[in-house]
Nanobody, 125 residues
Framework: QVQLVESGGGLVQAGDSLRLSCAASGRTTSSYSMGWFRQAPGKERGFVAAISSGGRNTNYANSVKGRFTISRDNAKNTVYLQMNSLKPEDTAVYYC??????????????????WGQGTQVTVSS
């Protein structure tokens, strides 16, 4: 099994940058597709970004294209989400997820098997 722990969240101003990390323990993450999702109060958990097991293929939600970058370092069993030009609309709890069933960067919550506890990101105007 895999355990995921997110870190790097916090309170920032609009236009600032933030880098989230997701550290995995247990099995190596090299054989897993990884994703980032977020959930704001009163809203459903939504897709943000995903990366294939090999790290060569990525997928992004339209709302974050050009601003966010997902990457992974399999040697460190860590996935990152670099967030630039943050907006108040980005405020949410961000979750890291992994799936062993799909090697492609999938975009739906139902395709992921392992989830972290989440890290809060708050962007003030």
């Amino acid at each position: 099994q895999v355990q995921l722990v997110e870190s790097g969240g916090g309170l920032v101003q609009a236009g600032d940058s933030l880098r989230l990390s997701c550290a995995a323990s247990g099995r190596t993450t090299s054989s897993y597709s990884m994703g980032w999702f977020r959930q704001a109060p009163g809203k459903e958990r939504g897709f943000v970004a995903a990366i294939s097991s090999g790290g060569r293929n990525t997928n992004y939600a339209n709302s974050v294209k050009g601003r966010f970058t997902i990457s992974r370092d399999n040697a460190k069993n860590t996935v990152y989400l670099q967030m630039n030009s943050l907006k108040p609309e980005d405020t949410a709890v961000y979750y890291c997820a992994a799936t062993w069933r799909y090697m492609l960067p999938t975009t739906t919550t139902g395709t992921y098997d392992f989830w972290g506890q989440g890290t809060q990101v708050t962007v003030s105007s």
